[in-house]
T-cell receptor, first 115, second 110 residues
Framework: EAGVTQFPSHSVIEKGQTVTLRCDPISGHDNLYWYRRVMGKEIKFLLHFVKESKQDESGMPNNRFLAERTGGTYSTLKVQPAELEDSGVYFC?????????????FGQGTRLTVV | AQRVTQPEKLLSVFKGAPVELKCNYSYSGSPELFWYVQYSRQRLQLLLRHISRESIKGFTADLNKGETSFHLKKPFAQEEDSAMYYCALSERAAGNKLTFGGGTRVLVKP
């Protein structure tokens, strides 16, 4: 079974440009989460989808970030316009609750560098 | 607000020595505690969780609600244990989103 996949693995863009990150969760997983780790800081929650609905977007830093999950399958996270402080590693995770088992499976991450 | 603290950024031990990674949390509800591990060039993966009370790869972690701690221990470290370890908590009522500690890098020397 394929795991969570993220694309691209690495992106270098100039300040002011737009970047779109993609996450394909494990098939059948209703829950999809975005996290990011900024250099030197801890991994922080950005938002949570349940199917196509945004369940919690309390971690989104500002309105330059837009996440979508049309059809409840893959998700995109767009940063427009990108700023230097957006550099970091963006992780996606998916899960499907089965009783007490809420294990989240992570993608390999997208390293975003804004120059 | 919930918070997870890992006081050590780096732990360096010799192969065969015991290793203990500290994790303290603050949360007023009933959190679920996890340890995630990221080996070199691999993705973040679950190592163990308090609810299952398992021992994985020789690691154990006990939830101490009185001390609000969830320290990770292994009696005899192996070189393949070298990795980045993250303590995390989640709460079902909050959609099971994870709150991570800052991570501890473990280096096991031969």
């Amino acid at each position: 079974e394929a795991g969570v996949t993220q694309f691209p693995s690495h992106s270098v863009i100039e300040k002011g440009q737009t970047v779109t990150l993609r996450c394909d969760p494990i098939s059948g997983h209703d829950n999809l989460y975005w996290y990011r780790r900024v250099m030197g800081k801890e991994i922080k929650f950005l938002l949570h989808f349940v199917k196509e609905s945004k369940q919690d977007e309390s971690g989104m830093p500002n309105n330059r970030f837009l996440a979508e999950r049309t059809g409840g399958t893959y998700s995109t996270l767009k940063v427009q316009p990108a700023e230097l402080e957006d550099s970091g590693v963006y992780f996606c995770a998916s899960s499907q609750e089965r009783g007490w088992n809420t294990e989240a499976f992570f993608g390999q991450g997208t390293r975003l560098t804004v120059v | 607000a919930q918070r997870v603290t890992q006081p050590e950024k780096l732990l360096s031990v010799f192969k065969g020595a015991p290793v203990e990674l500290k994790c303290n949390y603050s949360y007023s509800g009933s959190p679920e505690l996890f340890w995630y591990v990221q080996y070199s060039r691999q993705r973040l993966q679950l190592l163990l969780r308090h609810i299952s009370r398992e021992s994985i790869k020789g690691f154990t972690a006990d939830l101490n609600k009185g001390e609000t701690s969830f320290h990770l221990k292994k009696p005899f470290a192996q070189e393949e244990d070298s990795a980045m370890y993250y303590c995390a908590l989640s709460e079902r009522a909050a959609g099971n989103k994870l709150t991570f500690g800052g991570g501890t890098r473990v280096l096991v020397k031969p």
